[in-house]
């Protein structure tokens, strides 16, 4: 075990002037994103653009879009594991990776909205008082902590394995694979049935809100591997078939499909019935009395998605990589806007008792979720750098580093 | 020299509780120095910060209210009066009476009577010690055109010379106190809850700041403290309850408790007594011949948003 430490800490400290660059530039946004953390620690969350009105805000947004990364990582495993799909089955570990880091960040996120984060351990079963099964919330620490130890422990099992050079024990991890697809689909819903449960907000109150969580959830997710994938097979040795890739793109173009339907589903019915159920749709899309800040952002978003809709449906712009990168931006920019603050916000607009109070976030705000993606961004690489060579066969137990 | 006086003298370390449950302002200085020192040492700063929050040990690890004992309930009761007493140089009550037996407490407001003055908004602010800076008040005087009542096109900014205005009315709002509370259902925590009496409480020391039952109330019944609370010394209420109106600290989520305070020692809400036009009624509604059931039984009346099913005890009714 001290081996492996060893061995993963040269792993990590070495690198190319790249990843010297890459490192300090995260670490520098780190600590300007904990400097932001410690002033809205003393003056309290008056520093940020909340209020009674719109009382969650861009953390609470870049929390539910980073579940839905998460989330993502089913989508590798189900053909990998399930159908036993090779290309796929070979980068099913890094997917894996990625849904660890998304899930740290999305902690960070619930945590920086805190107003008392030293009183989290209110939360822990027993010390505190976790108000299980009523509230939404409290599933949603369970679930999401239970998806972090399944990501943790499946690739942790077979790197393990592989570290030591021994085969795998299918009949061991395969019940815990299985567990991992419901799950995924569980931190999901949960999250999105922490908003659906409220009817004091008629935006997010329709039953729409689950089903399309998870169909946008399955197009940025994979968007990100497809990304990141690329990166990997550039940066390192390690092999990424392109059929695997365009396999995910297909599974976006299904996804964006079944995404688009549903908000088209969601329209008809505001439209149509022309209820007061449509003024927080109204102020997301058109505005209302006179205050429409997400307008902008909410048509960006819905461009970006119908883009990247066609180049992921068409075979040919599928296939080519400078399109297909270019869907997968629009997709990530997309669903960002659109399951972040596009969802969050309006369920607050107008506020319960009908009043249109906007909101912005501040600058603090926003370093504090720059620091926070950056420490997912650090957690991601520093993973990557150490389970990437043991995956290629070139870190384990036998191998010897130069000195 | 009377207490006052001293305050005014600056002499107020004179006033010290010397029992030891509060630090003298030589410890608090010492605290602050290392605590400043700590701020520069990185992570440690984020975790001294958290603390910073929170002043003692004994406050970290206070327990739920309900879980408390006896004896743990007046030990945090007297650390709560020192710390006030340092913050404001005054003695304060904090009571921790229980419910009353077979008693639900109900309100009912006169849509007839009420002209809009608002006198209960900042009697409310006074009784409940509200933070003056920012802001924070639990009643919200809606103002709507005669002819409609729609909550999107009513408004709380209205400014006249002389109340009530011609073609206009009045809904006040604050917590409904719901039988099925939405609020209480999501709190992670159970840092609120409904006391038997029927009162929608918050255990501020229990709350960890999630806002999600701001989220979850149709009624704009929560207020967040979004920063540390301003009361000015000479405001201060200091006749308090434990779940009700003891000064708040920052970050934690606040509430109506139809004055707690005053209700279980027989008292109207600060509220009732205040309103000139006799427009607000409080009582027991489990007793048939309170001014409350006898309203319900014999008026008009209705809930607000009653299809959201949250069954306030809060009703709205026309005296004539």
């Given at each position: ?58 953390y ?119 567990l ?86 969601e329209f008809f ?15 997301l ?38 399109t ?69 066969g ?10 | ?30 605290k ?132 009530p ?7 006040p709002?604050?917590?409904?106190h ?16 409904t ?11 229990w ?114």
């Amino acid at each position: 075990m001290g081996r492996f430490f060893v061995g993963a800490a040269q792993r990590i400290i070495r690198g190319t002037p790249l990843y010297y660059v890459w490192v300090v530039f995260l670490l520098i946004m780190i600590a300007i994103g904990i400097g932001a953390y410690v002033k809205q620690m003393r003056l309290g969350l008056i520093v940020t653009g909340m209020t009674s009105y719109v009382s969650w805000g861009l953390y609470i947004g870049n929390f539910t879009f980073l579940v839905g990364v998460a989330a993502a990582a089913v989508l590798l495993i189900i053909p990998a594991y399930l159908y036993d799909f090779g290309p796929i089955k070979d980068i099913v570990i890094i997917g894996e990776a990625l849904a660890v880091s998304a899930l740290l960040m999305c902690l960070m996120f619930v945590t920086a909205d805190l107003g008392r984060p030293d009183r989290a351990w209110h939360l822990i079963p027993g010390l505190g008082i976790l108000n299980l099964p009523r509230s939404m919330l409290g599933w949603d620490i369970v679930v999401l902590n239970g998806y972090l130890f399944l990501n943790l422990f499946i690739p942790g099992y077979i790197l393990y394995k592989a570290y030591n050079e021994k085969p795998v024990n299918m009949k061991f991890i395969l019940p815990f694979i299985l567990l991992s697809i419901p799950w995924a689909v569980s931190i999901h819903t949960t999250t999105a049935f922490i908003y659906n449960g409220l009817a004091a907000r008629p935006f997010w109150n329709a039953s729409i809100l689950a089903p399309r969580f998870l169909a946008s959830a399955f197009c940025s997710g994979p968007a990100m591997i497809i990304l990141l994938f690329q990166l990997v097979r550039y940066y390192t040795k390690f092999h990424v078939k392109n059929e695997a890739l365009f396999k995910i793109a297909e599974m976006i173009a299904i996804a964006m499909a079944i995404n688009l339907f549903l908000l088209g589903s969601e329209f008809f019915k505001e439209l149509y019935s022309d209820t007061h159920h449509l003024s927080p749709l109204e102020y997301l899309y058109v505005g209302l009395q006179g205050k429409g800040r997400l307008v902008p952002w909410i048509w960006t978003a819905f461009t970006f998605n119908i883009i990247a809709f066609v180049i992921f449906l068409i075979p040919y712009t599928r296939k080519r990589f400078v399109t297909l990168n270019i869907g997968c931006v629009l997709i990530i920019i997309g669903i960002w806007i659109e399951k972040g603050m596009g969802l969050i916000i309006p369920g607050f607009i107008p506020a319960t008792l009908g009043e249109v109070w906007e909101y912005a976030p501040t600058l603090i705000e926003v370093l504090v979720s720059i620091g926070i993606w950056s420490i997912g961004a650090l957690t991601l690489t520093v993973i990557l750098k150490v389970i990437i060579p043991i995956e290629l066969g070139e870190f384990t137990r036998t191998t010897k580093m130069a000195a | 020299m009377s207490k006052e006086e001293l305050e005014k003298s600056g002499r107020i370390s004179e006033l010290q509780d010397t029992r030891g449950s509060g630090p003298t302002p030589d410890e608090v200085e010492q605290k602050e120095l290392i605590d400043r020192r700590m701020f520069f040492q990185g992570a440690a700063g984020v975790l001294a910060t958290m603390m910073l929050g929170s002043c003692s040990w004994q406050e970290f690890f206070q327990n739920n209210f309900r879980r408390m004992t006896k004896g743990e309930i007046e030990q945090t009761v007297e650390r709560l009066k020192a710390e006030y007493k340092q913050k404001y140089g005054k003695d304060f009550v904090v009571g921790t009476e229980g419910p009353i037996d077979a008693t639900l407490f109900g309100y009912a407001l006169d849509l007839q009577r009420c002209i809009g003055c608002r006198r209960c908004v900042y009697a409310c602010v006074e009784e409940n010690n509200q933070s003056r800076d920012p802001q924070i008040q639990y009643i919200r005087v809606l103002r709507f055109k005669d002819g409609e009542m729609d909550l999107e096109h009513s408004t709380i900014y209205y400014d006249p010379e002389e109340v009530p205005e011609k073609g206009h009315y009045y809904i006040p709002v604050q917590c409904q106190h719901c039988a099925n509370s939405p609020c209480t259902k999501v709190c992670p925590v159970q840092a609120t809850w409904t006391e038997p009496d029927g009162i929608v409480v918050v255990d501020y020391n229990w709350c960890i700041g999630c806002r999600y039952c701001m989220a979850a109330c149709p009624y704009m019944g929560r207020w967040f403290n979004f920063a540390e609370p301003v009361i000015p010394a000479d405001k201060v209420n200091v006749n308090t309850h434990y779940l009700g109106n003891r000064p708040r600290m920052r970050n934690v989520v606040e509430k109506c408790t139809f004055c707690i305070q005053r209700v279980r020692k027989g008292r109207y809400p600060a509220c009732v007594e205040v309103c000139p036009v006799g427009a607000r009624k409080f009582g027991n509604l489990l007793d048939p011949e309170s001014e409350i059931s006898r309203i319900i039984q014999t008026k008009r009346v209705f809930r607000l948003k009653s299809e959201l099913n949250t069954q306030p005890k809060f009703y709205y009714f026309f005296s004539i």
